[in-house]
Antibody
């Protein structure tokens, strides 16, 4: 059974850092595209970042230069290192597996339960 | 950047009604469109991928259609458990994903 479990959220001051983890089971993180998506309180979904199976990484403009997506293959875990955090980064952060067959709309077919990040003084 | 315009932003319907949500892309995205359902306090769930393909395990009352710039998501007969917010999402080169603004569906 595929499962994704996020951790690492919490309260952090503006300018601070936080590292989110997403532990996967039932599939291999390094063989898949993996993504982070966030949702500010009462707002819609916003894509944050993706890491391809080959290791390429991409970011939304709103987090570029501040966030870093990575993975630990032996731990089968995805990470999101968040630096220089701002109040507008406050959101529930979801990790998701992206199903990519080489063509098509690359849907996010499995999601974690989310972890809340609050940036406030 | 590709923009996705989803409408309506909210919708109230009765059990058994046919419900339709539309999503319009600012440029041709072929069939690179997915639909998700999100219930309060829960993670999104994939319902439709590649514009019209039903995800495994999803009830057949859900369907999607369209290509190019105009897409439609339909619930053929609304059930109480379908109360949720629905999002379209496109896949393009960069930025890789763009979500629509969401449609909050309520029971009348």
């Amino acid at each position: 059974e595929v499962q994704l479990v996020e951790s690492g959220g919490g309260l952090v001051q503006p300018g601070g850092s936080l590292r989110l983890s997403c532990a996967a089971s039932g599939f291999t993180v390094s063989s898949n595209y993996m993504s982070w998506v966030r949702q500010a309180p009462g707002k819609g979904l916003e894509w944050v970042s993706v890491i391809y199976s080959g290791g390429s990484t991409y970011y939304a403009d709103s987090v570029k230069g501040r966030f870093t997506i990575s993975r630990h293959n032996s731990k089968n875990t995805l990470y999101l290192q968040m630096n220089s955090l701002r109040a507008e980064d406050t959101a529930v952060y979801y990790c998701a597996r992206v199903r990519w067959s080489g063509v098509g709309a690359a849907p996010a077919d499995y999601w974690g339960q989310g972890t809340l990040v609050t940036v406030s003084s | 950047d590709i923009q996705m315009t989803q409408s309506p932003s909210s919708l109230s319907a009765s059990v058994g009604d046919r419900v339709t949500i539309t999503c319009q892309a600012s440029q041709d995205i072929s069939n690179y469109l997915n639909w998700y359902q999100q219930k309060p306090g829960k993670a999104p769930k994939l319902l439709i991928y590649d514009a019209s393909n039903l995800e495994t395990g999803v009830p057949s009352r859900f369907s999607g259609s369209g290509s190019g710039t105009d897409f439609t998501f339909t619930i053929s007969s609304l059930q109480p458990e379908d109360i949720a917010t629905y999002y379209c999402q496109q896949y393009d080169n960069l930025p890789l994903y763009t979500f629509g603004q969401g449609t909050k569906l309520e029971i009348k």
